[in-house]
């Protein structure tokens, strides 16, 4: 299946605090503003135009950073007669405002690229809802311009689509796109691939994250386990 491509920035008017997989705090600060524009919420079989946004109109998307990946990728492209090569920033941003997470990526195509990357596909994730849209307010030369949900049964499959006509030549980049979740915990059991301007040829898959169930606490746990230890005795005394 062929995949696509869109992308997006993840900058804070005020300083952002940074925590990185390896545990890294870093700061960073934007002085970008725009005006206000939602994540577009997409249904199945649906393809809809992506506004792009910032942080200050949407002032939930400012938040830790908790996970921040560079995963290269290269793959022979026949149309191009060569090798396209590159790498794609993935983020998972938790949200100042309620604490649920954001998960992000940014493509980056090589300088010494053979061609052009025409699509990005986020694939089995898993969510409630599909709030699809690109950061403007940050890294990045261009976005998607509209945003693709698969149909039954790859629902859990979006395209980011339409770049510039010529597709993200070598040595651009994409901004961050986006998927705003009501999620508070992540598991890597997502995927991603990309392909090539007319998308003949497509990179093998890599890793991604999605939204998943929240392991309860221990105290949580243990009081839950007694519930069911007590039910089990009144059932005992009863019988």
Not at 31 to 59: D, H, I, R, Y
Not at 71 to 81: E, G, L, N, V
Not at 124 to 137: I, K, L
Request: proline share 7%.
């Amino acid at each position: 299946m062929k995949g696509s491509g869109g992308f997006l920035s993840e900058v804070c008017l005020r300083p952002l605090r940074f925590v990185t997989s390896r545990g890294l705090v870093l700061a960073a600060a934007s002085l970008f503003a725009a005006s206000p524009a939602q994540a577009v919420l997409l249904g199945p079989n649906q393809t809809l135009p992506l506004p792009g946004t910032t942080v200050a109109a949407e002032p939930q998307l400012a938040g830790l950073i908790i996970v921040d990946e560079i995963i290269p990728f290269s793959f022979a492209s026949i149309s191009d007669a060569g090798t396209i090569l590159g790498t794609v920033q993935q983020r998972i941003v938790r949200s100042d405002l309620d604490g649920t997470l954001d998960f992000y990526w940014r493509v980056i195509n090589d300088a010494a690229s053979a061609g052009v990357i025409g699509s990005f596909r986020i694939g089995q994730f898993v969510s409630p809802e599909y709030n699809a849209n690109y950061r403007t307010d940050g890294l990045g030369d261009v976005g998607p311009q509209q945003a693709h949900r698969f149909d039954a049964p790859l629902e859990s499959y979006v395209n980011f689509l339409g770049f510039p006509t010529a597709g993200l030549l070598p040595g651009d980049s994409t901004f961050f796109m986006f998927m705003d979740t009501t999620a508070t915990a992540y598991a890597p059991t997502a995927i991603f691939d990309v392909t090539n301007s007319n998308q003949t040829s497509i990179s093998q898959l890599f890793t991604a994250y999605s939204p998943a169930n929240p392991v309860p606490e221990p105290a949580t746990g243990l009081l839950l386990g007694l519930g069911l230890m007590g039910a089990i005795r009144r059932s005992r005394r009863k019988a």
